[in-house]
């Protein structure tokens, strides 16, 4: 076996730990804490991908080294390794989570969420569970979930149930002479494949017969490309660490150094992940790695100085913990300015305190046999399994306490329309013809109520005015699509199906007896710039002044082409929304507070609401004086004597800071009944 070939992939001087490697972790963990943290970091988290690409590099220039002195790779001792490096750690995390979130959090999903996401985390398939069930990293349940961060965790772990497989069977190949390629071919190959897969859902297309819970921003096809760019680097090793010099050294590392930054802000939260411009950071960071090389250049040398190199030690726990505090101080305290940021300062504490007496002791076990690796791997799983199990048995419950089970009753259930399936971007031409119909043989003017998810927060109103009326409904709603004739996108709507959604169903107007349609829709698209609107696909904007005056032209088209198929149209200003400081979320009331029997409400001046939704209501009532459409505004029920409020008595309006509850739906009937008669 020569030092040139393939089946030695890693020099000597490897096998000693190199400082800069722990300092790209600081930055990589930094990145992450600071985009968590509130931090001007847009891109903050592709600190994941940075983290993703060195992994690839140290594990396979480890298995390297065993390889070259061995001529075998123990399975065995390596993932027994991989446990006792990883798993304690997150086991103490899920179990200070799980009884924090039992005292903390919302027994309305987040606590059964956080019980399943501990369980899938120790079990390598957090990633799976979060997909699942709290859906896209950026959505707003996402942020609920304080072991959200546990996700890169097992795609991690996914990985190295597969590359150590991987690289054996290329050194096999290699070492029976059949191609001493043969590693590099195979990890290259999945590499290729991985980001082929990447880059063709960036598109918004998807892989046939490849699973939802395999690709997407949380899956481990769309991401190995990246710990494959590890992989290879390291695999090449014997053959380019003797061509690094100094200066270039230098110049890969400036060069790596400024695409590193210049992705974190060249990226946001809008940005598709992971796409084309996550190449940017993942070569940037090979181009760090390669830079180490030559450990005397001044990029190399000021990332191993003393400082980053102590915050790569504790880069695992950092990244652990940060996000749990950060999740728990905002329950606690939503309004309180910088406490995100805070909390992150916090975490360092439980981070130094994992690393030092938990992660390290048990990581530098010297001759563990099978049994005592067993009673290890029994002692780290068990508790905090049956603890997770424990909540989610409780939330699903209740608690057993009857004013907590009255609680969640009257405010977790979806809407009617909803847990009928009819808030889905499916165009009624697309569904049965009696799907999504109440009272369809109902003698009165047939109504129709389309919109996005503030539309569906109405049905159980509708329902109710309608039947009493003998008036047949449908209901077409889909989540964060306006009813409004323009070309719209946003990260849960993507441009094609909200666009199709509401042409389709334009067009379905026309084959329909004419009615009276009602249009509901959330205010915020007039006031986020996550969302874009234009009139033509090339005028999509989220510039404000534009984008209003475009969702106005729209919502105008679309009262227009109801009116020309003989339809009256209504248009529903939004409920008020419950923002800073008057935050009001359900969601963050824990089991503790609701037992306790304490007035749960929340009152706002009725200035401050319209204030924010000023764009929006402003925007209805001139379209409904151009058109012949009749504007609904809900505010003399939600906001009597100039006054916002989220409880009546005992009933509580809302289900989250925006949509209402079941029961407040109903109270609305009366007025709908007005309308309609």
Request: hydrophobic share 45%; glycine share 6%.
């Amino acid at each position: 076996m020569t030092q040139g070939s393939l089946t030695t992939p890693v020099p000597h001087s490897q096998e000693n730990r190199r400082n800069d490697i722990q300092g790209l972790r600081a930055i990589a963990v930094g990145t992450v804490v600071a985009f968590h943290a509130g931090l001007p970091v847009p891109g903050g988290f592709l600190g994941v991908d940075v983290f993703f690409v060195i992994s690839g590099f140290v594990i396979t220039a480890m298995l390297g080294r065993e390889w070259a002195k061995s001529q075998t790779i123990r399975f065995s001792t390596f993932y027994a390794r991989r446990f006792r490096r990883l798993t304690p750690a997150l086991a103490l995390l899920v179990v200070g989570v799980v009884a924090l979130s039992a005292l903390i959090a919302s027994p309305m999903g987040d606590q059964q969420n956080t019980a399943k996401t501990g369980i899938g985390a120790l079990l390598l398939s957090a990633n799976i569970v979060i997909a699942q069930t709290t859906g896209g990293y950026f959505d707003a349940p996402a942020a609920a979930n304080p072991l959200l961060n546990t996700w890169s965790l097992s795609v991690e772990e996914q990985f190295y149930l597969i590359f150590p497989l991987v690289l054996f069977l290329g050194w096999k190949l290699a070492k029976k002479k059949r191609t001493k390629h043969a590693p590099v071919f195979l990890v290259g190959m999945v590499g290729l494949i991985s980001f082929a897969i990447a880059m063709v859902e960036s598109t918004g297309r998807a892989i046939p017969l490849l699973p939802t819970w395999l690709s997407g921003f949380y899956g481990p096809t769309s991401r190995a490309w990246e710990f494959a760019a590890g992989a290879i680097l390291a695999l090449f090793a014997h053959k380019i660490e003797p061509l690094i010099k100094k200066n270039i050294g230098l110049a890969l590392g400036v060069l790596g150094i400024a695409g590193l930054v210049s992705s974190l802000y060249l990226v946001t939260d809008a940005t598709i992940w992971p796409g084309p411009l996550t190449i940017l950071p993942v070569v940037s960071t090979v181009c760090l790695l390669v830079a180490g090389y030559c450990e005397s250049n001044a990029v190399s040398k000021f990332l191993g100085r003393s400082p980053f190199v102590h915050i790569g030690n504790i880069s695992y726990s950092l990244y652990l913990w940060h996000w749990p505090f950060i999740v728990f101080a905002l329950i606690l305290w939503p309004t309180t300015p910088g406490v995100a940021a805070l909390a992150a300062i916090a975490s360092i504490l439980p981070s130094l305190v994992s690393y030092r007496w938990l992660e390290q002791p048990i990581r530098n076990l010297r001759n563990v046999r099978k049994k005592k690796m067993t009673f290890i791997v029994a002692i780290t799983m068990v508790p905090p399994i049956v603890l997770a199990l424990g909540l989610w048995s409780a939330a699903d419950h209740g608690f057993w306490n009857q004013r907590v089970q009255q609680f969640v009753a009257s405010v977790q259930p979806l809407h009617a329309g909803n847990a009928a399936g009819c808030n889905k971007s499916i165009a009624p031409s697309e569904r049965k013809p009696t799907t999504c119909v109440w009272n369809a043989n109902g003698s009165g003017t047939p109504v129709y109520l389309v919109g996005d998810s503030h539309a569906d927060h109405l049905s159980e109103a509708v329902i109710a005015a309608t039947t009493q009326l003998d008036q047949p409904l449908t209901i077409a709603t889909a989540n964060a699509c306006p009813f409004n004739d323009v070309y719209f996108s946003s990260t849960a709507a993507p441009r094609s199906s909200c666009r199709q959604f509401v042409q389709k169903t334009l067009q379905w107007f026309k084959q329909q007896p004419p009615g009276i349609v009602i249009v509901s829709a959330s205010s915020v698209y007039w006031n986020s710039k996550v969302f874009s609107a234009g009139l033509t696909p090339n005028t999509m904007t989220r510039d404000l002044e534009t984008k209003r005056a475009n969702l106005k032209a729209g919502l105008t088209s679309t009262v227009k082409q109801l009116e020309a198929t003989g339809n009256r149209v209504v248009l529903v200003q939004d409920v008020p929304y419950f923002a800073s400081p008057y935050v009001s979320d359900p969601r963050q009331f824990s089991a503790l507070k609701i037992a306790s029997g304490q007035d749960l409400g929340t009152q706002m001046p009725r200035d401050f609401a319209d204030k924010k939704q000023q764009a929006a209501r402003t925007a209805n009532a001139l379209v409904a004086q151009n058109t012949g459409a009749f504007v609904l505004d809900l505010r003399e029920f939600f906001c009597p004597k100039n006054l916002c409020r989220t409880q009546i008595g005992r009933t509580y309006l809302y289900r989250d800071d925006g949509h209402i509850s079941i029961a407040a739906a109903e109270q609305l009937a009366p007025l709908f009944r007005k309308i309609l008669a």
